[in-house]
């Protein structure tokens, strides 16, 4: 399955970052996906580059170009099925920084 994963992440990488031309799109990193084992379902989790408003507006893009997406993984793999994406933020970015940030304040957490 970490392959069907790793694969289909390349692939979606590539396609929002070269052929997607939704302008709510903006800079997206696909950071995971978890594939269902019937390969039905696919979860995809971006990190988006800005504020609140800039995730939200990426987000409804993607889930608006699923079904490009979703031709481009089936064009691109050979798979049993193609997976339906579901587009979720990565919110393990944030925590990373809020820990660093923690620690780059020597531990002390807020009094």
């Known amino acids: 399955m970490r392959r069907v994963d790793e694969a289909v992440r390349a692939v979606l990488s590539d396609a929002i970052a070269k052929d997607l031309l939704d302008p709510r799109v903006g800079f997206v990193t696909v950071t995971a996906v978890n594939t269902s084992p019937d ?63 923690l620690i780059d304040q020597g531990g002390r957490g807020p009094n």
Do not use: N
């Open 39 to 101: 390969l039905r379902h696919a979860r995809v989790y971006v990190s988006v580059l800005g504020d609140e408003q800039a995730r939200s507006e990426t987000l409804e893009g993607l889930r608006s170009a699923h079904g490009f997406l979703q031709g481009r993984v089936a064009a691109e793999l050979t798979l049993k099925h193609t997976p339906t994406l579901t587009f979720e933020y990565d919110e393990s970015v944030d925590r990373g920084m809020r820990i660093t940030r």
